[in-house]
T-cell receptor, first 108, second 117 residues
Framework: SQQGEEDPQALSIQEGENATMNCSYK?????LQWYRQNSGRGLVHLIL?????REKHSGRLRVTLDTSKKSSSLLITASRAADTASYFC????????FGAGTTVTVRA | DAGVTQSPTHLIKTRGQQVTLRCSPK?????VSWYQQALGQGPQFIFQ???????QRGNFPDRFSGHQFPNYSSELNVNALLLGDSALYLC????????????????FGPGTRLTVL
């Protein structure tokens, strides 16, 4: 079973706009991670946020975590065509449990 | 510094056959995890190997088995292939096991696309 669920399933934005996607999970976590996958290839780790953190930044990425609501969000600012990919949240309990992902398309 | 490598890239098999997929972890990593990703879905955890032993296992039948070698590389074997086994198989490596002094971030290979006809 999948622990995380991303919303929306798909997102289409114009280059330069911001993209926001959300993740909800079911059980308590040690940390939550976001990964990117281009065209059905390997996943690339983007950012990890621990259960005692509320917000984290990495370049154009901003992740928030609300453990009381069991939810997280990923914001990509000033999107580029290269950001076109599928984005997955994953909770960590000695293994990664992924959601079904959000497919982001950035239009030039 | 080579990342995680997997072979082969693509594979076509018929129902009932057996398949072996291979993975070499990132340099310095001793833990290997395998995931199955069906089309349009997120990766599903199959199992994890550390110190040549299976440490964690997901909800997969015994037809899925694995092995880790002394050089930390790993194999995933699937017997009696079913049409539903068609998927992208991802290998991920990490230094140590999460919660036992290891890190939580995993580094993924490019995957092996298995098609069962």
């Amino acid at each position: 079973s999948q622990q995380g669920e991303e919303d929306p399933q798909a997102l289409s934005i114009q280059e330069g706009e911001n993209a926001t996607m959300n993740c909800s999970y079911k059980t308590s976590i040690n940390n939550l991670q976001w990964y990117r996958q281009n065209s059905g290839r390997g996943l690339v780790h983007l950012i990890l946020i621990r259960s005692n953190e509320r917000e984290k930044h990495s370049g154009r990425l901003r992740v928030t975590l609300d453990t009381s609501k069991k939810s997280s969000s990923l914001l990509i600012t000033a999107s580029r065509a290269a950001d076109t990919a599928s984005y997955f949240c994953a909770t960590n309990d000695y293994k990664l449990s992924f959601g079904a992902g959000t497919t982001v398309t950035v239009r030039a | 510094d080579a990342g995680v490598t997997q072979s082969p890239t693509h594979l076509i098999k018929t129902r009932g056959q057996q398949v072996t997929l291979r993975c070499s972890p990132k340099s310095g990593h001793d833990t290997v995890s395998w995931y199955q990703q069906a089309l349009g879905q997120g990766p599903q955890f199959i199992f994890q190997y550390y110190e040549e032993e299976e440490r964690q296992r997901g909800n997969f039948p015994d037809r899925f088995s694995g092995h880790q070698f002394p050089n930390y590389s790993s194999e995933l074997n699937v017997n009696a292939l079913l049409l539903g086994d068609s998927a992208l198989y991802l290998c991920a490596s990490s230094p140590g096991i999460s919660g036992r002094g290891g890190t939580d971030t995993q580094y993924f290979g490019p995957g092996t696309r298995l098609t069962v006809l």
